[in-house]
């Protein structure tokens, strides 16, 4: 079984899923600073000078060490702009990668070189044309 396991964790397959992960985790806070840093403050200055985040309907006050409970709609927009911005970005990166592939793929493949013997023989053609 533990065989098993490396053979399968060794592939190159998984290899890969793990490093598009890692980046990913990378990119996402990346997009999530762009997100609440630079895009988030102007609309909330749009819409008064309040943060999305902030945004929340009370359904029932807080009592004693009862907490408040919300339903912070605000919340889910900021995660709705964050989602929105992602796919985007991924959709651009997507976009590229098949346009390197296509143009990749549209490239004619350099003919393969005569064999050696094709060669030697061209040359004693072109010696006997030029005899004759």
């Not at 399968?8 to 793990?18: L, P, S, Y």
């Not at 651009?92 to 070189?113: F, Q, V, W, Y």
Request: charged share 25%.
């Amino acid at each position: 079984m533990l065989k098993e396991f490396r053979e399968f964790a060794m592939r190159g397959n998984v290899v890969d899923m793990a490093v598009g992960i890692i980046i990913g985790g990378a990119f996402g806070k990346i997009v999530s600073s762009m997100v609440n840093d630079v895009l988030m403050p102007p609309l909330g200055l749009l819409v008064g000078g309040m943060d999305f985040t902030k945004f929340a309907l009370t359904l029932k006050e807080a009592a004693g060490d009862v907490p408040a409970v919300t339903l912070r709609y605000g919340q889910f927009i900021q995660n709705a702009v964050d989602f929105l911005i992602v796919a985007f970005a991924i959709f651009l990166l997507i976009k590229g990668m098949n346009r390197l592939r296509r143009k990749a793929e549209e490239a004619p493949a350099a003919p393969p070189a005569p064999p050696k013997q094709e060669v030697l023989l061209e040359e004693i053609r072109d010696l006997l044309k030029s005899r004759g």
